[in-house]
């Protein structure tokens, strides 16, 4: 098995952990944003804040690799 068909397994795998887990919690919940009061199923809330750290990850890794790359060209041009 290659890396790339461990990788793909993994995070199917992972992605459906997830999607049992917020289809199990389907109660409602109350969340206080500033002065606001929002009431909202919990399975919403989980993929809210699953969805807000992946965001999180995909843009420090693209910046991290941006940054790799770019410094990798400076040294080139140097």
């Known amino acids: 098995m290659t890396a790339r068909k461990i990788k793909i397994i993994a995070v199917s795998l992972a992605l459906l952990l997830v ?3 917020i ?3 389907t109660g409602t919940m109350e969340t206080k944003v ?5 009431e909202m199923p919990q399975a919403f809330m989980l993929f809210l804040t699953f969805s807000f750290g992946m965001l999180v990850g995909f843009v420090l ?7 790799r ?3 990798t060209l400076k040294s080139k041009d140097s």
């Open 19 to 21: 999607g049992v887990v």
């Open 23 to 25: 289809f199990q919690n």
């Open 34 to 38: 500033l002065f606001a009061r929002i």
């Open 61 to 67: 890794a693209y910046s991290k690799a941006h940054k």
């Open 69 to 71: 790359i770019a410094a």
